[in-house]
């Protein structure tokens, strides 16, 4: 059974940073392109960054770039997000993604596995 499991988030000041992880495990995901996405209340999900586990060519949305990180884990099948200047607007449920194959965009629907979410609540 796929499973992904987000951690990390939590509450923090505008300016401040946190890291979220994602650990899969249920098959390899070796080649697949792993993402991370976003909902904040009452908005639809969003897409924030993408990095492709084999070659680690990474992706970002252009209201994160600059700010945010992701990065493939030395163990395998893991996905951090290291987000800095952290703002209100940034205040969202984050999802870790996996693609199931080795081609996939922005789009929510081109992702086959889904992690439960982790909340990060930015104050002003």
């Known amino acids: 059974q796929v499973q992904l499991d987000e951690s990390g988030g939590g509450l923090v000041q505008a300016g401040g940073s946190l890291r979220l992880s994602c650990a899969a495990s249920?098959?390899?995901?070796?080649?697949?392109?792993m993402g991370w996405f976003r909902r904040a209340p009452g908005k639809e999900r969003e897409f924030v960054a993408t990095?492709?586990?084999?070659?680690?060519?990474?992706y970002y949305a252009d209201s994160v770039k600059g700010r945010f990180t992701i990065s493939r884990g030395n163990a395998k099948n893991t996905v951090y997000l290291q987000m800095n200047s952290l703002k209100p607007e940034d205040t969202a449920v984050y999802y870790c993604?996996?693609?199931?194959?080795?081609?996939?965009?922005?789009?929510?629907?081109?992702?086959?596995?889904w992690g439960q979410g982790t909340q990060v609540t930015v104050s002003s």
């Open positions: 249920g098959r390899t995901f070796s080649s697949d392109i």
């Open positions: 990095i492709s586990r084999s070659s680690g060519r990474t």
């Open positions: 993604a996996a693609s199931g194959s080795d081609i996939a965009g922005s789009g929510v629907n081109e992702y086959a596995y």
